[in-house]
């Protein structure tokens, strides 16, 4: 395991448990920092910048009083949507800035003065991106590394195959690779240090989780899918994502329909009200691995010695 950040020691598995909107939180971030994996949630998850920043102080006492007794846990991180269109992104910003947020997974435009911003206070920007000329925006604005987001992501997602998302990636740049896209367990986590990626992202899995904000029903489909119910399309709100295909006919809506309607059609016309999706829900192709409701460190020891086990089996293939 390398990963060319100094707090590399701090981690027990490459991992960062992705955020979720209104799925990750404060507890779910603590909870997986603590076991040695990078926990994080979305700033945009909480409907005020105030709870924005209660959010950033309950995260932070909580770490600090695992430190003071004598834990070591991983950093968290902060996900924030850094494009002009996010009317909250000024405010947001000021509080990363202020908590000084150890990571920053930033999304959706790649503004120079943003990553210059976060590295003034010693923080590091890690960039989704979905193709090589995405990548080559990012690296230029100043990201430390590229999230490469690739087929099988649940919710917002690129459409290439992780195999040549990251090989096309590595042609344009030597930045550290953070893989997402359907991974499920330890094994995975392995392979894609295999395919030359520093990290990796798991979103699904942690949805099913005793500390997640996802409503039992959702927890209950997840426990009952499996990836052919996973759903592609750009429809909903223009940009592509990964619904599970259930929970989109349960809200009336028709799917050989969808497959042909333009991208965001749905949600603009007809004054069609979005309450209507609220109960919509996304997943990735690793849906089928959950299996049960766990607690967050639970999930996290599962996957640390699933992967130390992919590890050993591995090296005693090789001798």
């Given at each position: 395991?390398?990963?060319?950040?100094?707090?590399?020691?701090?981690?027990?598995?490459?991992?960062?448990?992705?955020?979720?909107?209104?799925?990750?939180?404060?507890?779910?971030?603590?909870?997986?920092?603590?076991?040695?994996?990078?926990?994080?949630?979305?700033?945009?998850?909480?409907?005020?910048?105030?709870?924005?920043?209660?959010?950033?102080?309950?995260?932070?006492?909580?770490?600090?009083?695992?430190?003071?007794?004598?834990?070591?846990?991983?950093?968290?991180?902060?996900?924030?949507?850094?494009?002009?269109?996010?009317?909250?992104?000024?405010?947001?910003?000021?509080?990363?800035?202020?908590?000084?947020?150890?990571?920053?997974?930033?999304?959706?435009?790649?503004?120079?003065?943003?990553?210059?911003?976060?590295?003034?206070?010693?923080?590091?920007?890690?960039?989704?991106?979905?193709?090589?000329?995405?990548?080559?925006?990012?690296?230029?604005?100043?990201?430390?590394?590229?999230?490469?987001?690739?087929?099988?992501?649940?919710?917002?997602?690129?459409?290439?195959?992780?195999?040549?998302?990251?090989?096309?990636?590595?042609?344009?740049?030597?930045?550290?690779?953070?893989?997402a896209g359907g991974l499920t367990n330890g094994q995975d986590l392995l392979a894609a240090e295999a395919m030359g990626a520093a990290m990796a992202y798991m979103g699904t899995r942690f949805i099913a989780t005793e500390e997640s904000l996802a409503p039992r029903e959702y927890c209950d489909a997840l426990i009952a899918g499996k990836a052919t119910d996973i759903f592609l399309s750009a429809a909903l709100d223009g940009a592509p994502a990964n619904w599970y295909a259930p929970s989109l006919v349960k809200a009336g809506i028709d799917l050989d329909e969808l497959a042909v309607t333009r991208p965001g059609k749905i949600v603009t016309s007809d004054g069609q009200s979005k309450q209507r999706y609220k109960g919509i829900w996304s997943a990735g192709h690793g849906i089928g691995a959950t299996t049960e409701v766990v607690p967050v460190r639970a999930l996290c020891e599962q996957l640390i010695g699933?992967?130390?086990?992919?590890?050993?089996?591995l090296l005693q293939q090789l001798d």
């Open positions: 395991m390398t990963i060319p950040f100094d707090f590399a020691d701090r981690l027990k598995i490459p991992l960062i448990a992705a955020p979720m909107f209104l799925v990750s939180n404060p507890k779910m971030t603590i909870a997986a920092c603590r076991a040695g994996v990078i926990g994080s949630y979305p700033a945009h998850s909480t409907r005020t910048r105030e709870i924005f920043a209660q959010w950033l102080l309950e995260t932070e006492a909580a770490l600090a009083a695992a430190e003071n007794a004598g834990e070591k846990p991983a950093p968290y991180a902060v996900n924030l949507v850094v494009h002009p269109s996010n009317a909250r992104m000024e405010g947001d910003l000021e509080l990363v800035i202020k908590h000084k947020v150890p990571i920053v997974l930033t999304s959706k435009g790649a503004p120079d003065d943003v990553f210059k911003m976060i590295h003034d206070y010693g923080g590091v920007a890690f960039h989704d991106v979905a193709s090589a000329r995405h990548a080559e925006k990012a690296v230029e604005a100043g990201a430390d590394a590229l999230i490469a987001v690739a087929g099988g992501a649940g919710g917002h997602c690129g459409t290439i195959n992780p195999f040549a998302l990251v090989s096309e990636i590595k042609r344009v740049t030597d930045k550290p690779i953070i893989l699933e992967y130390q086990s992919a590890r050993r089996g």
